[in-house]
Structures are given as structure tokens and as C-alpha cells.
């Protein structure tokens, strides 16, 4: 046989041989194209599953910022409800010791000022810190309520 002709006389036996694997093939491709489509229905993915773990993350650390800011804000209020409540307690002791301490004042000249008030402190109601700093006895009251630290030198003066 001529080489021509036997290509023909191969591809006219090969043909339907082919012809019947591509058909086969064709179906097994439509039928795996349909059960991946049902499979999407039924399960979620790897990917929708990170999504969705994402997304509840995110929505979780947006709860968490909220509900800081919210107690940053309650603690704010309550220290200055606290600090509030300090002076308005002793406003009236405070005020009290101020006019006798004008009374004294104006009795002796020679007085060393308090850092808080600027008002000249009398011996009777002279405190001293552990750092050496002069005070009145209220003044110093009033503010160890709300700082616990010296006035001047911002030292400690937990006791």
C-alpha cells in the first residue's frame, strides 16, 4: 500500500472508535460538570467558609473597639463625679479654714504661701510632706482625695 492510502484506511478504521471515546468523554465531562454545580449547592466551599470566619472576626473586633470606648467613657464620668464629689464635700471646710487663715494673716506677715491656694499658711495648720513641701492641712486634703501625689514634685505620698 501506498502511504497515502494507508493513512486514509487508518483514520477511516480510527474514526468511529474515536468518535464513540469522544462522545463518552463529552458525557463524562457533562456529567461531572453537573455534579460539581450540585456540590456548590449542598456544601459551602473552603473559601466561603474564610469568608465567613473573616467576616465574624471583623464584626468582632468592631463589638470590641465599641465596648471600650463605652468603659473609657464610664470610668471618665466616674472620676469626675468622684472629683466632683471630693471639692463639694470639702468646700466648706476649705472655706472655713480660708477665713481663718485671712484672720491669722493679717495678724503676722511673715507666713510662707501655700502652692495650692497661694494664701499665706499659719504654723496651726502648717503640714509638711515627706519631700519637704509646705501646705495647709485642707488644701493638701482636698487635693490627697483626688491625686496621690505632691502637688510641687509630683513625688508619691501613698502612706
Known amino acids: 500500500m501506498k502511504p497515502n492510502?494507508?493513512?486514509?484506511y487508518q483514520s477511516q478504521t480510527v474514526s468511529p472508535i474515536i468518535q464513540i471515546f469522544s462522545r463518552i468523554?463529552?458525557?463524562?465531562?457533562?456529567?461531572?460538570?453537573?455534579?460539581?454545580?450540585?456540590?456548590?449547592?449542598?456544601?459551602?466551599?473552603?473559601?466561603?467558609?474564610?469568608?465567613?470566619?473573616?467576616?465574624?472576626?471583623?464584626i468582632g473586633l468592631?463589638?470590641?473597639?465599641?465596648?471600650?470606648?463605652l468603659i473609657r467613657y464610664f470610668y471618665m464620668r466616674h472620676k469626675q463625679k468622684r472629683i466632683a464629689q471630693v471639692?463639694?464635700?470639702?468646700?466648706?471646710?476649705?472655706?472655713?479654714?480660708?477665713?481663718?487663715?485671712?484672720?491669722?494673716?493679717l495678724q503676722t506677715q511673715e507666713l510662707a504661701q501655700c502652692p495650692i491656694c497661694l494664701m499665706p499658711i499659719p504654723n496651726c495648720?502648717?503640714?509638711?510632706?515627706?519631700?519637704?513641701?509646705s501646705f495647709h492641712q485642707?488644701?493638701?486634703n482636698l487635693w490627697l482625695q483626688v491625686e496621690k501625689i505632691c502637688p510641687s514634685c509630683r513625688t508619691s505620698l501613698n502612706q
Open 138 to 140: 485642707a488644701c493638701l
Open 87 to 105: 471639692r463639694q464635700q470639702s468646700e466648706a471646710a476649705y472655706q472655713q479654714q480660708n477665713i481663718q487663715i485671712e484672720s491669722l494673716c
Open 62 to 69: 468592631v463589638i470590641l473597639g465599641i465596648l471600650s470606648c
Open 5 to 8: 492510502l494507508q493513512i486514509e
Open 25 to 58: 468523554l463529552k458525557e463524562e465531562r457533562e456529567n461531572e460538570y453537573q455534579d460539581d454545580h450540585e456540590d456548590d449547592d449542598d456544601e459551602e466551599t473552603p473559601i466561603k467558609k474564610a469568608i465567613i470566619i473573616i467576616i465574624a472576626l471583623c
Open 125 to 133: 495648720y502648717l503640714i509638711i510632706t515627706p519631700c519637704n513641701h
